[in-house]
C-alpha cells in the first residue's frame, strides 16, 4: 500500500449501522453510504482525510483505518 493509499475496513460482525448511522451521519467528505442497505458502505475511500472521526465515534468499534 503506497503513502497516499487508505484503506477503510469495517468489520459487518460489530457494526450495528442497522441502528446507528454515526459513520454516513459524521463524515466531512462522506466516505460512506448507507441508501437501502442495513449497515454502511465505504464509496469514497479515496476522498479519506485521515481525521478519524469515523472510527473515534463508531460505538461498536467496527471502524479500522489503514494506512
Not at 463524515?27 to 479519506?48: A, G, H, I, T, W
Amino acid at each position: 500500500m503506497g503513502e497516499d493509499m487508505v484503506k477503510i475496513v469495517i468489520d459487518y460482525d460489530k457494526c450495528v449501522g442497522d441502528f446507528d448511522k454515526i459513520c454516513v451521519e459524521i463524515c466531512p467528505v462522506s466516505v460512506f453510504r448507507n441508501e437501502k442497505l442495513e449497515k454502511p458502505e465505504v464509496v469514497n475511500e479515496e476522498s479519506c482525510i485521515l481525521c478519524r472521526t469515523c472510527q473515534f465515534n463508531c460505538p461498536c468499534q467496527a471502524i479500522e483505518i489503514l494506512t
